[in-house]
C-alpha cells in the first residue's frame, strides 16, 4: 500500500508511503488521500489531520510516467473529477486542522499542498522546490495566487519560474513553513502539535479555522481552476512532451526549437 492511513488519540495520520519510488504520487494515491480527508472531516472522534512522508522524502510530487498515462481531461473527461483535483478540493474543504510533517524533499505538489496546511514542519534536511516551468507546466493548487502573496512577487519569481530550490528556513521565512526540526523529531513534533486540539474546543476550532480561510477561499478555488485548465493544456504541448522525454532518458531538456 501506497498511501497509509491510522487514526490514534484524535489524530487522523495520512502517511505518503512509496519510499521506492521517492513517494512519487500515482492517481490511485491522490484518491486515496482524498478518501482519507473526507473520512477525517467525517468522523467526530478526528481533532486533527497529520500528513507525512518517509525518512528523506516528503514526496517528489507527480509520478510522471502515471500522470501521462492518465492525465486530467483524458478522453473527454472532466479535469475536475479527475483524483488530483479531488484530493485538491478535499484538503481545502477539511474543517479541522492540518499538521504536515516535511520528512524530506517536498518537490512539486510536495511543496505547494503545504499552502494549504495549518501548520507545516519542516525537517532540517528538506528541500523544496516548485519545478512546473522547467517541466514544460505551470504552477498548480493555487500557487500562482498564494506563493507571491507570501514571498512577493520577485522571490515568487525565482521559486515559481526559474523553479530554484529553497531550503526550510527560507520555507518559515516567507511563510510556507512553522518551523524547522532535527530530522529525528518532526513527526513525533507535528503528532504532539495535532493531538493538542484533543484539549480544545472542536466546533471552535472548526469555525476559527474557517474565518481563517474565508476571505480567499473563492479565490484560492477560481484560481484553481484555472491552473488546472491551463497545467492540463500543458501536458501535452511540444515542450513539456521534450522534458518528460528527456526526464525518462536521463538528459537536459533541449527547449531550443521552440
Same mark, same amino acid.
Given at each position: 500500500?501506497?498511501?497509509?492511513?491510522?487514526?490514534?488519540?484524535?489524530?487522523?495520520?495520512?502517511?505518503?508511503?512509496?519510499?521506492?519510488?521517492?513517494?512519487?504520487?500515482?492517481?490511485?494515491?491522490?484518491?486515496?488521500?482524498?478518501?482519507?480527508?473526507?473520512?477525517?472531516?467525517?468522523?467526530?472522534?478526528?481533532?486533527?489531520?497529520?500528513?507525512?512522508?518517509?525518512?528523506?522524502?516528503?514526496?517528489?510530487?507527480?509520478?510522471?510516467?502515471?500522470?501521462?498515462?492518465?492525465?486530467?481531461?483524458?478522453?473527454?473527461?472532466?479535469?475536475?473529477?479527475?483524483?488530483?483535483?479531488q484530493f485538491m478540493r478535499a484538503l481545502l474543504a477539511c474543517d479541522k486542522p492540518v499538521v504536515a510533517a516535511v520528512t524530506g524533499g517536498?518537490?512539486?505538489?510536495?511543496?505547494?499542498?503545504?499552502?494549504?496546511?495549518?501548520?507545516?514542519?519542516?525537517?532540517?534536511?528538506?528541500?523544496?522546490?516548485?519545478?512546473?516551468?522547467?517541466?514544460?507546466?505551470?504552477?498548480?493548487?493555487?500557487?500562482?495566487?498564494?506563493?507571491?502573496?507570501?514571498?512577493?512577487? $520577485? %522571490?515568487? =519569481? +525565482?521559486?515559481?519560474?526559474?523553479?530554484? @530550490?529553497?531550503?526550510?528556513?527560507? &520555507?518559515?521565512?516567507?511563510?510556507? #513553513?512553522?518551523?524547522?526540526?532535527?530530522?529525528?523529531?518532526?513527526?513525533?513534533?507535528? $503528532? %504532539?502539535? =495535532? +493531538?493538542?486540539?484533543?484539549?480544545?474546543? @472542536?466546533?471552535?476550532?472548526?469555525? &476559527?479555522?474557517?474565518?481563517?480561510? #474565508?476571505?480567499?477561499?473563492?479565490?484560492?478555488?477560481?484560481?484553481?481552476?484555472?491552473?488546472?485548465?491551463?497545467?492540463?493544456?500543458?501536458?501535452?504541448?511540444?515542450?513539456?512532451?521534450?522534458?518528460?522525454?528527456?526526464?525518462?532518458?536521463?538528459?537536459?531538456p533541449d527547449f531550443s526549437k521552440f
Amino acid at each position: 500500500m501506497t498511501i497509509k492511513t491510522a487514526t490514534l488519540n484524535g489524530v487522523a495520520t495520512i502517511e505518503i508511503a512509496r519510499p521506492e519510488k521517492k513517494n512519487a504520487l500515482t492517481l490511485a494515491m491522490y484518491q486515496a488521500m482524498a478518501d482519507a480527508l473526507h473520512a477525517a472531516a467525517a468522523d467526530q472522534a478526528v481533532r486533527a489531520v497529520l500528513i507525512t512522508g518517509q525518512p528523506g522524502i516528503f514526496t517528489s510530487g507527480n509520478d510522471i510516467e502515471d500522470f501521462m498515462a492518465r492525465p486530467p481531461g483524458q478522453g473527454g473527461s472532466n479535469a475536475e473529477d479527475s483524483p488530483v483535483f479531488q484530493f485538491m478540493r478535499a484538503l481545502l474543504a477539511c474543517d479541522k486542522p492540518v499538521v504536515a510533517a516535511v520528512t524530506g524533499g517536498a518537490i512539486g505538489i510536495g511543496t505547494t499542498m503545504l499552502l494549504h496546511c495549518d501548520f507545516v514542519f519542516v525537517s532540517d534536511e528538506a528541500r523544496l522546490a516548485m519545478p512546473f516551468v522547467a517541466l514544460g507546466l505551470v504552477p498548480e493548487f493555487a500557487s500562482s495566487l498564494l506563493v507571491p502573496q507570501l514571498m512577493g512577487h $520577485r %522571490r515568487a =519569481a +525565482e521559486k515559481l519560474l526559474l523553479g530554484d @530550490p529553497f531550503t526550510p528556513e527560507q &520555507a518559515v521565512d516567507c511563510g510556507i #513553513a512553522t518551523a524547522v526540526l532535527p530530522a529525528g523529531e518532526v513527526v513525533n513534533h507535528a $503528532r %504532539r502539535v =495535532a +493531538e493538542r486540539f484533543n484539549h480544545l474546543p @472542536p466546533s471552535a476550532v472548526q469555525a &476559527a479555522k474557517k474565518l481563517l480561510r #474565508a476571505p480567499q477561499r473563492e479565490q484560492v478555488l477560481a484560481t484553481i481552476r484555472t491552473e488546472g485548465e491551463l497545467f492540463a493544456q500543458r501536458l501535452r504541448s511540444p515542450e513539456a512532451m521534450e522534458a518528460f522525454q528527456a526526464f525518462f532518458q536521463k538528459r537536459k531538456p533541449d527547449f531550443s526549437k521552440f
